[in-house]
């Protein structure tokens, strides 16, 4: 305080440490080194200003243990005023902590002998008992031959409460992490997956080497290799679906300080929590995921995921009925496999589902990878995948369905039809009864070279074609309700030879090379003969039309017996039938005849006729190669009855 | 040799037909338009043969068929149509209970009919009861 009264250049000396620091020294020596070093003085007090507002705590003491000076980050720091700390021995105060001397002592000592010494960290305490944590430096000052230790202090608690934060933070990302990667693994299964998890958390405890873990989860458990169940434990429940499934355990091997939870850390507590959590949910998603696989694996609707108008997933129903592989799906434009005239519909039906404007399916054509043309029924619903929305489609190929419902109508056409026809001919045979009698009537009492003659010959030969079509008629509404009792055993090859001599005179006025072959073994099989008779010469009448015109002119009738059917295959190596016309041959009054040559119901009787006998027949033809029908029968069962 | 014919049928061509057909043969022919008229007629004369439409209104074939045989007929009786399925089985069961009967398929040709009544009128067949 005396050089304050003397140096009145310097107006806040009175709260310099600087000046503290060198209060003791000679009042005369320093008096005189300010008149020597006069320009030393601005510097002079640069340096105690800088020493005062330090933010490190900074305090001299002298070599008796005095504390000679301070500066405010100090008294902040320790809680003690400066009048508390100047003056004071040092070791008096009780700021340092006993066990902490020799430490310090051993700092000291290496200061005197000049050696550069490393910072300290050191507990003191504060004047209100509090703990704190300080990193410490020392320098030995020699100031006028008198040497003055010189520390600076710095509180580190907060730092180093940061710091172990920071590493417990760390050790917490690492294992979690460590969980993610591990259910991130492509192919992993659930229980290697718990496995690595339960490797894994040994290393983000305090004490890994004497760490320990294990997971049970219903029946199935999971430890590390030195797993063994001590009285130091930590442990969390896992639960899915708001149930308890299981817990993860963490052991230590061997006793530790106390700390907040046993030997465990109060993170190391969230930690396992966390860990709990984790491996519930990651359980209940890999069981949703293997429930999804195995649903749109197994499933035989087809069904498909898409965003932004591609395909992202499509399940092997949807990559059979479309015929792309995955590969080629994936990224695909999903409206490229409409067929172009749709695409709009589509789009617009989408779009509508799934604002929730339309609940019906809708349906559309497809091209398939292999050309094919399917008709499709679907249903799109919003969703979310790999964490963006997607629509989810599902895809039904209806192509046969559809086909079939078209052939039920087609039947249901054809049996009214049947039923009219068959009313209708009632009705006409009457009239045409007395328009035929007529005739004959007439021509009986007309002489041969009348005029008239031929006319009435006319009306009679067409009669009877008429009376011919309306009998077709009733023989096709007929065969539907043929009773049993008409069916008798019956040898195919009689039938045959039946048929043959009856359109002998056809065949060979036609030139026609006929052919038949009966197989040795072929048994006889139920049958109306009747009817038998009429498909026989139906079919055979049809070849001998078809071979009109045709340079070679063949039939060939092949009987043979397959398991339980006589096969009867008819083929003719006449003009063919086109192929669009296939599929109308068994419709009645479908004919390629010239009209007035055909009623166009040979073929529709003729399956009318098998189907009644349980059978089935097929055609096969190539326009200018000839056609083949192909005909089964079964051998035991007495006609479709039923 | 003459035989007394009948044809029932309520369709007046179809009974012409039968006129005109056996025009000339020198067979008396006669014909009912129902199957009432038709028994009643047959209590009355001795015919050689009789021909029946399958469906009539009133008493059809079967009912008629049925009440011939009880008024004591036992010459052929030829039951004309187009095609029988809704009479089967009736006609099945008139078979089993001793009724003879033959079934002619309409349209009928005039040929066909004198040969039938030609074959009747020279071994004037008979059905035993």
């Not at chain 1, 060198?22 to 070093?37: F, V």
């Not at chain 1, 068959?422 to 005739?439: I, Y």
């Not at chain 1, 006319?455 to 009998?471: F, G, M, N, P, Y």
């Not at chain 1, 039938?495 to 048994?523: D, F, M, N, W």
């Amino acid at each position: 305080m005396r050089v304050i009264s003397k140096t009145q250049k310097q107006p806040i000396t009175e709260l310099m440490p600087a000046q503290q620091q060198i209060g003791d020294l000679e009042e005369s020596e320093l008096e005189q080194k300010r008149i020597i070093n006069r320009p030393m003085t601005e510097a002079e007090d640069l340096y105690r200003k800088m020493i005062e507002f330090s933010p490190d705590g900074i305090i001299t003491v002298d070599m008796k243990g005095v504390i000679r000076s301070c500066n405010t980050a100090e008294t902040t720091m320790l809680g003690y005023s400066k009048d508390e700390l100047v003056g004071n021995h040092f070791s008096k105060l009780g700021v340092m902590r006993l066990m902490d001397f020799p430490k310090y002592m051993s700092l000291f000592t290496s200061a005197l002998k000049g050696e550069i010494t490393k910072p300290l960290e050191l507990t003191f305490y504060r004047k209100d008992g509090t703990p704190i944590l300080i990193d410490v430096r020392i320098n030995l000052l020699n100031i006028s031959g008198n040497t003055i230790l010189q520390a600076t202090s710095r509180d580190i608690t907060e730092r180093k409460r940061a710091e172990h934060d920071m590493r417990e933070r760390i050790k917490e990302l690492d294992c979690l992490g460590g969980i993610a990667s591990i259910a991130a693994g492509p192919h992993i299964t659930l229980n290697e997956m718990y496995q690595k998890v339960v490797n894994l958390l040994p290393k983000s405890w305090q004490y890994p080497e004497i760490a320990c873990a294990r997971v049970t989860l219903g029946e199935k458990e999971f430890k590390t290799d030195n797993f063994n169940a001590t009285a130091w434990k930590q442990s969390a429940d896992i639960n899915m679906e708001n149930r308890k499934e299981g817990t993860v355990e963490v052991y230590y091997l061997k006793a530790r300080p106390e700390l907040d939870e046993g030997p465990f850390l109060k993170e190391e507590r969230q930690l396992i929590n966390t860990v709990g959590g984790m491996l519930g949910s990651l359980a209940e998603r890999k069981q949703m995921e293997d429930l999804f696989k195995v649903l749109t694996l197994n499933s035989p609707v087809g069904i498909y995921i898409i965003q932004k108008g591609r395909f992202q997933f499509a399940n092997p129903q949807f990559q059979k009925d479309t015929g792309y592989s995955e590969n080629e799906l994936l990224g695909m434009d999903s409206l490229s496999l409409v067929i172009p005239e749709d695409r709009e519909v589509v789009r617009e039906n989408a779009v509508r589902m799934l604002k929730g404007e339309r609940s019906a399916p809708y349906e559309y054509m497809v091209n398939t990878r292999g050309g094919d043309i399917k008709r499709i029924f679907e249903i799109v619903s919003s969703t979310q995948y790999r964490g963006t929305r997607a629509t989810l489609g599902y895809f039904l190929d209806i192509t046969e369905q559809r086909k079939m419902e078209l052939q039920l109508v087609r039947t249901e056409k054809m049996s009214a039809l049947g039923t009219m026809a068959a009313g209708v001919a009632h009705e006409l045979l009457n009239p045409m009864t007395g328009m035929l009698n007529f005739a004959q009537y007439c021509l009986k009492r007309t002489a041969r070279d009348d005029p008239r003659y031929s006319a009435l010959q006319d009306i009679e030969r067409e009669t009877k074609r008429c009376a011919d079509i309306v009998s077709n008629l009733t023989t096709f509404s007929r065969v539907e309700n043929q009773g049993e009792e008409r069916y008798q055993k019956e040898s195919l090859a009689t039938i045959i030879e039946r048929v043959v001599r009856l359109l002998s005179y056809r065949i060979k006025q036609e030139q026609v090379s006929l052919s038949h072959h009966v197989a040795e073994g072929t048994p006889k099989i139920w049958m109306v003969v009747n009817s038998m008779q009429q498909v026989l010469l139906n079919l055979t009448s049809n070849d001998l039309d078809a071979l009109i015109g045709s340079p070679k002119k063949e039939i060939h009738i092949e009987v043979h017996r397959k398991g339980g059917f006589v096969h009867l295959v008819i083929t003719d190596s006449g003009c063919g039938i086109a192929h669009e016309n296939l599929e109308k041959i068994y419709d009645p009054f479908f004919t390629t005849k010239p009209i007035g040559e055909g009623t166009g119901l040979g073929l529709s009787t003729v399956r009318s006729i098998i189907n009644s006998h349980g059978g089935n027949i097929t055609c096969e033809s190539k326009l200018g190669v000839g056609t083949t029908f192909k005909i089964l029968l079964p051998v035991e069962a007495k006609g479709g009855v039923g | 040799m003459s035989i007394n014919i009948l044809v029932v049928d309520d369709e007046e061509v179809i009974r012409k037909s039968f006129i005109l057909a056996l025009d000339g043969t020198g067979y008396n022919v006669e014909t009912a338009e129902s199957g009432v008229k038709g028994i009643k007629r047959a209590q009355e004369i001795n015919f050689d043969l009789i021909f029946l439409d399958l469906r009539m209104p009133g008493l059809d074939s079967v009912e008629t068929l049925r009440g011939l045989w009880e008024v004591g007929q036992t010459v052929p009786i030829y039951i004309t149509t187009a095609f029988y399925d809704d009479f089967l089985a009736r006609l099945q069961k008139a078979a089993e209970d001793g009724i003879s009967f033959y079934l002619l398929k309409k349209p009928v040709d005039g040929d066909e009919i004198r040969s039938i009544a030609q074959v009747q009128a020279q071994h004037r067949i008979r059905f035993s009861r």
